[in-house]
């Protein structure tokens, strides 16, 4: 019998903390922990490791360090994206568009807005959870203010079209935002030529191996945005509060690291996905979800027919292996993943989901025993279904 071992791949919820990133935090857990906002020594040099962190942040994203502003994390950067715009913009028009796809830091934002008196389109997407730009021009009204697309999704890693899409913004005089949080590290970021037309991106430091409770907000130099929270002067006066300096520090370190050689990572990452996706494709009554290759280089999710994904994922922890699944029975919910339901799956079918995300933590041995234990586990659960036949059982009838 294959031993036991532990294998992570859950990814795409968050990633272990580099050690190069801990070791930069930890004198400002210990002898600098001075308040920034202080004028003696070790306020200062919590002052100057925020600035540091600033500026490692624009040098990644090919922006200015004044337009990098520290937040929480994701959520936060989602939330006052839309609703720091919608505010501050609506003299000029109460009109929203986004997707059905997004993360729900976006469409519980949204909802709220709409209790606010704004106006929400949400866009549909295709079978592979991508967003046609031409039905983004269409949605546009004279009292459009925002467009929020995400880069690339969580769940099925589906990368979108954001250029195309930016440029239409652009041309409409219409603010852009993407919730980038899943990116970083995986595909390269130009603010200030590639994705020119990217007004606002949201960006979160545990999806990138670095501490959890930090994140930040990319606001293009001129954009009009609402103060965020009011108090103390930090953030240039936008988001007020005592700096998390450890973790921007840490954030700070670990954006050097994700974007200091992005293709070898790729690479690597993705000879691995592909050998996973290779040996799962074997599994019968399964598909994958999402785009075949305009996808993000660890991003693997499938659906098996006849069974369900929280019971696919007890067994798979019991055997050492973290992944997620596309159904929300684990937040207490019966309905299954709302980007399965966008991309057309039925119920039935989306209940049965698996997401497995590679990282850094993964190696080929790891690959070997997700593979070994898989087909299993779905075989198992099959066995236990009133509704599954083999192949071999089947007639035309069931077809």
Known sequence: MREKRFVYMDHAATTFTKPEVAESMLPFLKERFGNPSSIYSIGREGKEAVEKAREQLAKALGAKPEEIYFTSGGT???????????????KKGKH????????????YSCEYLVTQGFDVTYLPVDSYGLVDPEKVGAEIREDTILISVMYANNEIGAIEPIREIGAIAKENDILFHNDAVQVIGTVPLEMKHKHRNVDMLSLSSHKFYGPKGIGALYLREGTEIENHIHGGGQERGKRAGTENVAGIVG??????????????HNEKIKKMRDRLLSGIQEISSCRLNGHPEKRLPGNL????EYIEGEALLLMLDEMGICSST???CSSGSLEPSHVLRA??????????????????????????YVLNILPKTVGKLRAMSP???PANMRNSSDV
């Open 343 to 368: 991309i057309g799956l039925p119920p039935e079918i989306a209940q049965g989901s698996l997401r497995l995300t590679l990282g850094d933590a993964n190696s080929e041995e790891d690959i070997d």
């Open 387 to 389: 509704f599954y036949k």
């Open 76 to 90: 936060e950067s989602d939330n006052w994206a839309v609703k720091g715009t919608a505010f501050s913009r609506r």
């Open 251 to 264: 954030m700070g370190k670990a954006i050097e690291l994700a974007t200091a050689n992005i293709e070898d």
């Open 96 to 107: 929203i568009i986004t997707t059905t796809i997004e993360h729900h830091a976006m469409l």
């Open 301 to 304: 999710n499938f659906s098996f």
């Open 326 to 328: 596309g159904s929300a």
